[in-house]
């Protein structure tokens, strides 16, 4: 578990269930334009994908965290830590989502922040990587305010919407990061 004062970071449980699915309801709309469409004969609300997600956290190589809120337990969303590799690369890659009700409060920014704690002192990673839509501003804005840095464009890097989605590539090392 990785907290502060506001968030709370820790793994994905059981227990989430139930407010995992009342968030991502409430939020399709929201979350709509920055997501992949289901594959076929996935359903993203059912209790097989969660428990399939629950398994795939228990993972070596990905780390999926509940967004929590501390005074009240809130659960605002989803982060997560994948495909760590080891060696001489050290690297993984950041993802992240809110829950509409939560947006835009600076949750997700203290939770990018704990993140980053955990990747480099938890998991003793070299670099982390987060790969955004030029469209979608807010995640932009976070990642640059949380000291990631820009490092070029990946064309038609994520098949978003049934489309092939250009991305900026955005990265930070240890050497880079500051703890608050």
Do not use: C
């Not at 807010?138 to 840095?149: D, K, P």
């Amino acid at each position: 578990m990785t907290t502060n004062p506001t968030i709370r970071l820790r793994p994905l449980e059981k227990r989430d269930q139930e407010a995992y699915f009342a968030v991502r309801r409430s939020s399709v709309a929201f979350l709509k334009p920055w997501e992949p469409i289901a594959s076929p004969g996935v359903d993203y609300y059912s209790e097989d994908f969660f428990d399939h997600m629950l398994e795939n956290g228990r993972h070596e190589r990905r780390d999926i965290l509940s967004v929590e809120r501390v005074q009240d337990e809130q659960f605002l969303g989803l982060l997560s830590i994948n495909d760590i590799s080891r060696g001489a690369f050290q690297n993984a890659y950041l993802g992240y989502w809110i829950g509409a009700p939560f947006a835009r409060q600076g949750y997700m920014k203290e939770a990018v922040k704990l993140a980053l704690k955990r990747a480099f002192s938890y998991h003793q990673l070299h670099r982390l990587e987060a790969n955004i839509m030029p469209s979608n501003e807010a995640s932009l804005a976070l990642v640059r305010s949380t000291g990631f840095r820009f490092e070029g464009k990946s064309e038609r890097y994520l098949r978003i919407r049934g489309v092939w989605e250009d991305h900026e590539r955005w990265a930070i090392t240890a050497e880079e990061w500051q703890e608050d």
